[in-house]
């Protein structure tokens, strides 16, 4: 029997950002950093605030942007979590429309993707430290949603 990894919500980040940074640009390649000013997390496994100081620093290549956040969040019980959040944006006619329930979690023709990685010495989140991800992102309201997934 086989059996495939599958993969399960945990909980939802949604950034608050400000404007992005240029910072310089090579040939054929652009680097801008946008900070990230607050926010909130929510969701079955992890509760807690985002908070301000921490940055996304993108390069674009062509049409493909890669990105790495790195912020903190304060969870709910006082912790302080560390994440790394890489991935890429670029439109692609191929990105499916991807949808929880009534929640699209991710637009058609978009390809937003991150594997966030946490450090935390907090005993109630080391399952964090110790867990793979996958990060659906978005774009909504004035903020960067990243709903992440555990790989199971």
Request: proline share 5%.
């Amino acid at each position: 029997m086989t059996t495939v990894p599958s993969l399960t919500f945990a909980f939802e980040i949604r950034a608050e950002v400000s404007p992005s940074l240029h910072i310089g640009h090579g040939d054929g390649e652009r680097t801008e950093f946008t900070p990230i000013t607050g926010g909130s997390v929510r969701g079955p496994r992890l509760n807690g605030t985002v908070l301000a100081g921490g940055g996304d620093w993108s390069d674009t290549r062509g049409s493909v942007c890669a990105l790495e956040a790195r912020y903190l969040i304060r969870a709910d019980d006082g912790a302080v979590i560390d994440i790394v959040n890489r991935g890429y944006y670029h439109e692609d006619a191929d990105s499916p429309a991807l949808r929880e329930g009534d929640l699209q979690v991710a637009e058609a023709g978009v390809y937003f993707r991150t594997a966030p990685v946490f450090r935390t010495d907090a005993p109630a989140h080391l399952w964090l430290a110790r867990t793979v991800f996958v990060g659906l992102a978005r774009e909504e309201d004035g903020h960067i949603v990243i709903r992440c997934y555990s790989l199971d």
